[in-house]
């Protein structure tokens, strides 16, 4: 079965720290990987998104995700956080053979603090 | 500017009675997804519809009905049939058709209870 997990349900870090959450997919086809953000009460924003060719890609507001086929994950960074990164992030994932379809993580809560 | 409205933004029923939730997009986008969103699960996905008149169930459809007359319209009823209606609800789009594959674009929500 096709799976998302997310092991971190909650992370807090300080101001200027660096941040890094985790993604783990099990898929059986070419995965297509995304990293959305939400605000309370708010959409979805997509952060970033992998498809294929370079594995360590670049999205808004500083952060970057590395795709790791041999590990099956897909891990976002941010090297300093700011206190408006804190939101909650999700991890999804899509195929070649379920078109349109992503599956979602749980989703990982920061806090920032000062 | 392009993007996906969600009304209302809160909304109130008792319990037993239907309720339809509004997306509209004007991206010119094919597809169209609604998502239910519950603290700690993560996005399940309802319905979802890759062009106009056709539909799809997705993994939690039942109590749910969709209707997609027009491309950019997509709106979601929550029948009495539901049992556990009370949620976050979140519409989506992409551009893609066939085998291509795009992201989806996220409307601001529609935070549904069920008195």
């Known amino acids: 079965a096709q799976s998302v997990t997310q092991p971190d349900i909650h992370i807090t870090v300080s101001e200027g720290a660096s941040l890094e959450l985790r993604c783990n997919y099990s898929?059986?086809?070419?995965?297509?990987l995304f990293w959305y953000v939400q605000s309370p009460g708010q959409g979805l924003q997509l952060l970033l998104k992998y498809f294929s060719g370079d594995t360590l890609v670049q999205g808004i507001k500083g952060f970057e995700a590395e795709f790791k086929r041999s590990q099956s994950s897909f891990n976002l960074r941010k090297p300093s956080v700011h206190w408006s990164d804190a939101a909650e992030y999700f991890c999804?994932?899509?195929?070649?053979?379920?078109?349109?379809?992503?599956?979602f993580g749980a989703g990982t809560q920061v806090v920032v603090t000062p | 500017d392009g993007g996906i409205t969600q009304s209302p933004k809160y909304l109130f029923r008792k319990e037993g009675q239907n309720v339809t939730l509004s997306c509209e997009q004007n991206?010119?986008?094919?597809?169209m997804y609604w998502y239910r969103q519950d603290p700690g699960q993560g996005l399940r996905l309802i319905y979802y519809s890759q062009i106009v008149n056709d539909f799809q169930k997705g993994d939690i459809a039942e109590g749910y009905s969709v209707s997609r007359e027009k491309k950019e319209s997509f709106p979601l009823t929550v029948t009495s049939a539901q049992k556990n209606p009370t949620a976050f609800y979140l519409c989506?789009?992409?551009?893609?058709?066939?085998?291509?594959?795009?992201?989806?674009?996220f409307g601001p929500g529609t935070r549904l209870t069920v008195l």
């Open positions: 999804a994932v899509g195929s070649t053979d379920s078109w349109g379809k992503l599956q």
């Open positions: 898929y059986g086809a070419t995965p297509y």
């Open positions: 989506a789009s992409s551009s893609g058709t066939g085998s291509s594959y795009n992201e989806q674009f």
């Open positions: 991206l010119n986008h094919d597809a």
